[in-house]
């Protein structure tokens, strides 16, 4: 399912591996970032929750994608789209995660770090509890939800920070959050910064996954950066509670550094990434460890400077994990046909023989990609055989 100024549609795969595409609904969406799915009306088909709306799944099933209605054609719409809540504008992310342990999906999401309870009417208004204001373009996305601190409940965890989820003061009581600073993924301030040559200047994560890197029984912090020329792949090793918070300590996966030198100008120390806005960790090798995968953005102030500037995507294979705690990761190459689907990513099993295949899209196409400027879906299709070097194909 994807989104635009041309409408919204819905892709379908068949077996031979080409996809049929239908409209659902000739508005543009919500949000230009985000999407989760959940049945919401109890029907037992999953329904899509997008920026500020929630979109009802009308049960057409093979692919027939048919105005119910005429005067439904004449609207635009199959899907019918319900507003979450008022005052919102473009939410960035949303996931979902179980806050209250309840058994329930509360959703997270980002213009401030909010968390929603899901009304049983979802129809109706859903309350939105803020978390925090950041103040930088955060990273909730693709999974920044787990327990960070070993106490069984849900944290929540963005680039520069996580929140400790308290214990509540009853089974109805309001959630309790306290912030604790994470490792800083560059060596500067957090925020937007102006005069980054090529950049849209915000720095310290735009994507977050909590997940057990080093297999130790920890949940770790994988973080993405940035918007700008000069991207980071960092992961934040936890290291157990401490104090009353959680130690932790920066290892470095790929990227180098961004800084200003004593005459004030921008410079790139080490390996310049493009920018890394999309990410998603998860098994792609089939050893049950997981894997960092990402794609460097199309877009033309986010692609690293000719000759180096055909956007390229990456696998970090985790190898293993030392006596220190630390791991190896092996970097393999996967997409080089320069299209930068790094701007949204989602990662799944798309062909249906197990192995997780990668779908992403840019937020702007650079005007030189393969395809003269055009926009694009990209899905990489996983064709990894155990034991031997990943590999992907293009489509």
């Not at 319900?82 to 999401?109: N, V, Y």
């Not at 929603?116 to 909730?140: C, M, N, S, Y």
């Not at 060596?187 to 090529?198: F, K, Y």
């Amino acid at each position: 399912m994807v989104g635009g100024a041309g409408g919204r549609f819905i892709f379908t795969r068949k077996d031979d591996g080409t996809w049929t595409r239908y409209q659902f609904r000739a508005d543009r969406g919500p949000t230009d970032v985000g999407a989760v799915a959940l049945d919401l009306t109890g029907d037992g088909l999953c329904d899509v929750i997008t920026g500020t709306q929630w979109l009802r799944n009308p049960g057409f099933i093979d692919g027939d994608f048919r105005w119910p209605n005429p005067q439904d054609r004449e609207k635009g719409w199959q899907w019918e789209a319900f507003s979450i809540a008022d005052g919102l504008a473009g939410p960035h992310d949303q996931i979902l995660a179980d806050l209250t342990g309840d058994g329930r999906m509360e959703m997270l999401s980002y213009q401030d770090l909010r968390w929603f309870q899901i009304p049983e009417d979802p129809t109706k208004e859903w309350v939105g509890r803020i978390i925090a204001i950041p103040t930088t373009h955060i990273g909730l996305a693709p999974s920044g939800a787990g327990d960070i601190d070993g106490d069984g409940r849900i944290d929540v965890a963005i680039g520069y920070m996580w929140f400790q989820n308290l214990p509540r003061p009853g089974a109805a009581g309001p959630i309790q959050w306290i912030g604790h600073s994470l490792p800083a993924i560059h060596s500067l301030p957090v925020g937007r910064l102006e005069g980054i040559p090529g950049s849209a200047g915000y720095v310290h994560g735009t994507q977050t996954s909590v997940a057990d890197i080093n297999r130790d029984g920890r949940n770790d912090i994988v973080v993405a950066d940035a918007e700008h020329v000069g991207g980071r792949i960092v992961w934040l090793e936890n290291l157990g509670m401490e104090r009353g918070t959680v130690r932790w300590n920066r290892h470095v996966i790929a990227g180098g550094l961004l800084n200003r030198d004593a005459g004030g100008s921008w410079q790139y120390y080490g390996r310049a990434l493009g920018g890394l806005h999309g990410m998603c960790v998860g098994d792609f090798t089939g050893d049950d460890r997981p894997d960092v995968v990402t794609i460097e953005q199309d877009w033309d102030r986010a692609r690293r400077p000719a000759p180096h500037d055909r956007p390229k995507g990456f696998l970090w294979e985790n190898l293993v994990t030392g006596f220190d705690g630390s791991v190896v990761f092996a970097e393999h190459m996967i997409s080089d046909v320069n299209l930068g689907a790094g701007h949204e990513m989602v990662c799944a099993d798309l062909t249906g023989d197990g192995r997780m295949d990668i779908m992403g899209k840019p937020w702007s196409a650079g005007k030189d990609n393969a395809l003269g400027g055009k926009t694009f879906i990209l899905l990489l299709e996983n064709l990894t055989v155990r034991g031997t070097e990943p590999t992907a194909a293009g489509r």
